[in-house]
């Protein structure tokens, strides 16, 4: 990759290290996995001119945890990274309860990156 060629803002925001405002990502697959995650936390009508854009992971968090919240968690994030992130497969999305606390969730999805012939595996987790 060209030097000083980046592609958008890290996940989660931090300052950079290099003088920007925010640290910056400067490969593909940081990229894609920053995306996912911006998408997945932003909440459904948060983000103007576009008010589709987002999960609805917080209407979830005061709802029963149960296999029909999960079931519809699974089906919320897989529908969403459909139509925002086309070169991202998710292969499995994960609802565990927290063994220790039943109203605390954990959210792992296993993706792939497809870009031309070259395909890579990544997972990222998320408690609720």
């Given at each position: 990759?060209?030097?000083?060629?980046y592609?958008n803002i890290?996940?989660?925001?931090?300052?950079?290290?290099?003088?920007?405002?925010?640290?910056?990502?400067?490969t593909?697959?940081?990229?894609v996995?920053?995306?996912?995650?911006?998408?997945i936390?932003?909440?459904?009508?948060?983000?103007?001119?576009?008010?589709d854009?987002?999960?609805d992971?917080?209407?979830?968090?005061?709802?029963?945890?149960?296999?029909k919240?999960?079931?519809?968690i699974k089906?919320?994030?897989?529908?969403?990274?459909?139509?925002?992130?086309?070169?991202?497969?998710?292969?499995e999305?994960?609802?565990?309860?927290?063994?220790?606390n039943?109203?605390k969730?954990?959210?792992?999805?296993?993706?792939?990156?497809?870009e031309?012939?070259?395909?890579e595996?990544?997972?990222v987790?998320?408690?609720?």
């Amino acid at each position: 990759m060209a030097a000083g060629k980046y592609i958008n803002i890290d996940y989660p925001f931090k300052d950079s290290d290099k003088g920007f405002f925010l640290q910056l990502n400067d490969t593909d697959s940081r990229a894609v996995k920053a995306d996912l995650m911006h998408l997945i936390l932003t909440q459904r009508g948060q983000r103007l001119y576009m008010p589709d854009f987002g999960t609805d992971l917080m209407k979830f968090i005061f709802e029963p945890n149960d296999s029909k919240l999960q079931s519809e968690i699974k089906s919320d994030i897989q529908e969403t990274v459909t139509k925002y992130i086309p070169n991202l497969t998710i292969n499995e999305v994960e609802v565990n309860r927290d063994t220790n606390n039943e109203h605390k969730a954990t959210i792992r999805i296993d993706y792939s990156i497809t870009e031309d012939v070259f395909v890579e595996t990544d997972f990222v987790v998320i408690n609720i």
